[in-house]
């Protein structure tokens, strides 16, 4: 009885370390993919010269440990033993607040004005933006700088007990705010806008694992972007409304989620409840007819990935 056991035993223990080989030719767990951006290594070809020169064999070990069964599933319970246990930020570039809300460093950075650019420089240019706005208005032509709010300006009160939260008064934020006020530049400083706001809101102006702002507050950016150049510009765009929406409850929408995606986690965070109102366009298409040039990043995406304002008020030409 005991032989048979231990054999029992023995081969359990082979097929457990032999599994994630088998699985990977015959797949019979399926496996989630890991997100985020990655080079594969190239196969190495075998070859007498390599393989006495030591060069197959240096270059194997690390593409067989990049391609080994259930890479992925290993790498996500890692991480999450990491997330779960020490609190540690498993994605470059990301830190765990209060709460395990994340963030990005960089905001951070933008907030408390290590990365500041100075007033000089802040001056020179928002002089810039205004000849570009002045030169575009003689031809006609509305020019709009749009100050995108960065998480941690909003929700610093989620920050680590070991950082410092406070503001400071020469951000770039800050200094370029003020520069656009003084020299006549077309501005929204959503960093101040959303900041006002947020405790008279019922629902988050962030999600609690992202970086971008979310559905909602992409609609209440919207409702002061293109009513504003609408007035500076003497242009009637199209009409939009908006109407009850829904709570999404971890049902996430583009960038709900973008920093917990990337630290690769095998069980979902605890997230806060989002919610998307729902946003209706006039069906009369007769205003569509003025082009507009973007300049923008991440955060300009959202104004067509969770509503598609820009492709609904303007041209394809655009």
Known sequence: MKKT??????????????FPAINKELKLVRVNELDGAFYPLPE?????????????????????????????????????????????ATAHGCMIGRERVLYHTGYYEAYTGSNSIGRKKAQEQVGKMKYIQD?????????????APGKVSVYNDYLPAYLDAEACDTSNNKLVARE?????????????YFK????TIAYPLFPKGGVHWSGYGTSLAADSI????????????????????????????????????????????????????EVRFEEDTSKVSDRILLVGDSFTQSLFFFYDYFNNLFTDES
């Open 180 to 192: 656009c006020l003084e020299q006549g530049v077309h501005h929204i400083d959503f960093a101040t």
């Open 5 to 18: 056991l231990s054999v029992i035993l023995l081969a359990v223990f082979f097929l457990v370390i032999a």
């Open 226 to 277: 293109f009513p504003y150049l609408e007035e500076i510009s003497g242009k009637d765009l199209r009409n939009f409304s908006v109407h009850p929406g829904y709570e999404a409850n971890g049902k996430y929408v583009w960038t709900d989620n973008d920093i917990e995606k990337s630290f690769n986690l095998l069980f979902p965070m605890q997230s806060w409840t989002l919610y998307n109102p």
């Open 196 to 199: 006002s706001m947020k405790d």
């Open 44 to 88: 190495p070809v075998l070859t007498l010269d390599s393989w006495f020169s030591g060069e197959f064999q240096k270059a194997y070990s690390p593409w067989l440990e990049e391609n080994i069964g259930l890479r992925p599933f290993f790498i996500r319970v890692f991480n999450q033993f990491r997330y779960s246990i020490y609190r540690e």
């Open 135 to 147: 030169r575009l208005e003689e031809k006609g032509i509305s020019f709009l700088y749009v100050m």
